[in-house]
């Protein structure tokens, strides 16, 4: 997605860009002598918001334009910057411009942020996919290597390279899972190295720890959470999934417990209060609780350094001081 700013728009440019509705107001006629009739939508991407007006004229049925899209939807919209009461907002009309309802991931691709709109992620989507598989298929268990495989395959693997990792903190954009599961299983692949672990356990564990977040979050058309997210959370249905998985294909019972442990036990100890269903009880549930907890607070840190501006230090919610420089 191309990144948007109001800030920088500047009168009578012309603009070609995709938004989420957020609200409308019905058509109005024109004051004065001229006929016709005008409308007002609100419309945001990737958290700037603007207001478009469109001008109908005489002849033209506004209400078949201002009808043809609904709060929530994706448009796009071509049309003219100009000021209102010292705003900046969007002129439409049909001799100048459009705004038209659009639909598919094309369309949520271009209204919100992607891995590759992130300044401080250097990878593509490609690059992460990659590494995914690599990571995968460095499982030399033979029933662990055929459970990554098997969960991680047709509709749900689509599901889940898409998917965000948050709806507002860490990775909360497309393919931010894929993203951030990458990184975790980065970390836990060099503590496999330090220390007398399951390997195999440990990188199959770290690349399952969130996969409840495919049915926790949904695009609608913006990231949100969803029925079963609110009600079950992504530790409980990740947990769920993988033991279905396992019995499916009859994984042994003691890689069964570890793995699923892992999944329950990685948002660290039960009274730290971030949701784990278990304490972390093994050396590799240990390492995938840090790693996720690592990541995640690097991400944090780092949005809100590049989000800065022309601050040396800045202050992050949760971590205090930061310098942004």
Request: charged letters at 30%.
């Amino acid at each position: 997605m191309a990144m948007f700013s109001v800030e920088r728009l500047r009168s009578n440019e012309q603009v070609d860009e995709y938004f989420i509705v957020v609200s409308k107001k019905e058509p109005k006629d024109y004051t004065g002598d001229k006929k016709g009739k005008w409308f007002e939508a609100l419309l945001e991407k990737a958290g700037e918001q603007i207001l478009i007006r469109y001008w109908g004229q005489e002849d033209e049925d506004v209400y078949a334009v201002y009808s043809s899209f609904d709060e929530g939807d994706i448009v796009h919209v071509v049309g003219t910057v100009g000021t209102y009461k010292s705003r900046t907002l969007l002129y439409v009309s049909r001799d100048s411009g459009a705004i038209e309802k659009v639909e598919g991931e094309d369309a949520i691709r271009a209204v919100l942020l992607t891995v590759e709109d992130v300044p401080w992620a250097s990878e593509t989507v490609e690059e992460l996919e990659k590494e995914f598989w690599e990571l995968v298929d460095s499982v030399k268990n033979k029933h662990l290597n055929r459970l990554l495989h098997a969960i991680f395959s047709g509709e749900f693997w689509e599901r889940f390279r898409l998917a965000p990792a948050a709806v507002h903190h860490h990775s909360a954009y497309v393919h931010g899972l894929l993203h951030h599961t990458v990184n975790v299983a980065r970390i836990a692949q060099g503590a496999a190295r330090n220390y007398p672990v399951d390997r195999d356990v440990l990188i199959t564990g770290a690349l399952l720890h969130d996969v409840g977040k495919v049915e926790e979050y949904e695009f609608a058309p913006e990231i949100s959470e969803s029925v079963d997210g609110y009600l079950m959370g992504h530790i409980y249905m990740g947990a769920r999934m993988v033991e279905k998985a396992c019995e499916a294909l009859d994984i042994p019972e003691e890689l069964r417990k570890k793995v699923v442990h892992i999944i329950l036990s990685h948002h660290n100890r039960v009274n730290f209060g971030w949701g784990s269903a278990r304490d972390p009880m093994t050396a590799e549930a240990f390492i995938v609780a840090y790693a996720d907890n690592m990541d995640a607070n690097v991400a944090k840190v780092l949005t809100a350094k590049y989000n800065a501006v022309d601050k040396e230090v800045i202050y992050v919610k949760g971590f205090g001081f930061v310098y942004a420089k």
